[in-house]
């Protein structure tokens, strides 16, 4: 019996380790095509059998074909090497280094293509939070069964650069939905200002309806303050006989035209009153303490001149002024008077568009 030489150990230690390893690698593409087949049955059921949970989860569904085009490939490819290893392993070949690498690469792109089907019916975001993703653990863990670190990191370099791609070009890329992610972004920002903006105001809503109500009163008390139609005239004798009361002489008391604005009746008075300062200064507090709102406008204080039937050269009254000053009073339209002036507007304008130019002109000279 011959004995064995260092060479020849070393030579069966090593067609020992490459036998095992190709054991193992049968063994992982057996677990590998297993799996891939399990998946495409649940998928083809869910499809053919529950087509209303599956229209749910993917817009506008799956066609029945779609789980064959996509996992069918990958669960046949594992098949055919299945068999390729095996014939390799009865016929006492290695499977080359290259052929692993290769088959790595091959392997670790079925999720990616399973990734990319199904962000045509997702969302690319809500894909990549779903299960395809965690298949790359599944290719990485199975691919420490090839006892070789350097392909179990190939295969996990694959991994992670096809779902980096994938994640840029479905999400980040102008492509993708990241255009609309932004304004997704910016139409959050906005809903939170105008709910911050909705919960303050809610959060003063009893403020504000006292305020409201504050406002009503006021505005109740100032329109009791305006003189209705028939109390205009009494108005305009109070408001004589506070100049005369302060005593002050009135040389004019002229009322002028009437005009109409909102809801109110405006009524110009034009008013010459002579005497001194103070006595100005009473008149003005005495209009002030009316019961109805008189507002004073275009006040002018001037020296009294000479009589105009004095001596020629006779010195005028050095302590007598004139106050001259445009009083202003309001009166409520009623409802009547309101209503009718719109119509009135719009007559006359109807008669002013319905006349000649010719027509228009002679008005204007006369």
């Not at 030489?5 to 070393?10: E, G, Q, W, Y």
């Not at 204080?301 to 001596?311: F, Q, V």
Request: with cysteine.
């Amino acid at each position: 019996m011959a004995e064995a030489t260092p060479d020849s150990v070393a030579d069966g230690y090593a067609r020992e380790l490459r036998r095992e390893i190709l054991r193992s690698e049968i063994q992982r593409v057996q677990v590998l095509a297993v799996v891939l087949l399990i998946l495409l049955a649940l998928t083809l059921c869910a499809v053919n059998l529950l087509p209303g949970i599956v229209q749910r989860l993917f817009n506008n569904g799956l066609a029945w074909w779609e789980p064959f085009a996509v996992i069918g490939p990958f669960a046949l490819y594992e098949i055919v090497v299945l068999f390729v290893l095996r014939w390799r392993a009865a016929t006492n070949r290695d499977f080359p280094r290259y052929a692993r690498f290769a088959n790595a690469l091959v392997e670790t792109s079925m999720p990616s293509a399973v990734i990319f089907v199904l962000s045509h019916h997702m969302d690319p975001s809500t894909v990549f939070g779903f299960w395809p993703p965690l298949l790359y653990f599944v290719f990485i863990l199975l691919s420490t069964l090839r006892l070789d670190f350097w392909l179990s990191l190939w295969t996990g370099i694959v991994a992670a650069v096809e779902q980096f791609l994938l994640v840029w070009w479905f999400v980040w890329s102008d492509n993708g939905n990241r255009p609309e992610l932004l304004r997704a972004r910016a139409e959050q920002v906005s809903l939170w200002d105008t709910f911050d903006q909705k919960q303050r105001k809610a959060a003063n809503l009893e403020a504000y309806r006292q305020q409201l109500a504050e406002i009503e009163r006021t505005f109740g008390a100032m329109l009791r303050q305006l003189p209705g139609k028939t109390e205009v005239p009494s108005l305009l004798v109070d408001i004589s006989q506070t100049g005369l009361a302060a005593g002050l002489q009135e040389r004019l008391f002229q009322p002028g035209t009437e005009s109409r604005k909102d809801f109110y009746a405006e009524l110009p008075i034009k008013i010459q009153l002579t005497g001194g300062y103070h006595e100005f200064g009473l008149f003005v507090s005495g209009i002030a303490a009316l019961p109805r709102i008189v507002t004073l406008h275009d006040i002018e204080i001037t020296r009294s001149g000479r009589a105009s039937n004095s001596r020629k050269g006779a010195p005028a009254p050095s302590d007598e002024l004139t106050l001259n000053l445009t009083a202003k009073t309001y009166r409520y339209l009623d409802e009547g008077e309101a209503s009718a002036e719109p119509a009135a507007d719009d007559k006359d304008a109807k008669g002013k568009k319905g006349k000649t130019r010719r027509e228009r002109e002679q008005e204007k000279k006369t």
